[in-house]
């Protein structure tokens, strides 16, 4: 059974940075394409950056630019570096696998853009 657990959101103003962890258990992490997806209020959920196993990434149109994500299979985690953040990142993040697996969603991590 595979448990993700994420930390790191928090408000921020506008322009600000926030670097999100998402913790997997389990020994098969390292060969999982992991990604990281967000919703806000009102609106689907959306996969915003994907990595595979060996580090290559693919990120969504929005947050080109200004997210990395990355990961540390040794740590079994993975983390979304976010810069220069916009009111509209505003969202609950979550990671999961790519395509995901809906048991294994977390609680995810609130982040909030705002002055």
């Known amino acids: 059974q595979v448990q993700l657990v994420e930390s790191g959101g928090g408000l921020v103003q506008p322009g600000g940075s926030l670097r999100l962890s998402c913790v997997a258990s389990g020994s098969i992490f390292s060969i999982y394409l992991m990604g990281w997806y967000r919703q806000a209020p009102g609106k689907k959920r959306e996969l915003v950056a994907h990595i595979s196993s060996l580090g290559s990434t693919i990120y969504a149109d929005s947050v080109k630019g200004r997210f990395t994500i990355s990961r540390d299979n040794a740590k079994n985690t993975v983390y979304l570096q976010m810069d220069s953040l916009k009111p509209e990142d505003t969202a609950v993040y979550y990671c999961?696998?790519?395509?995901?697996?809906?048991?294994?969603w977390g609680q995810g991590t609130q982040v909030t853009v705002s002055s």
């Open positions: 999961n696998k790519v395509p995901p697996n809906i048991t294994y």
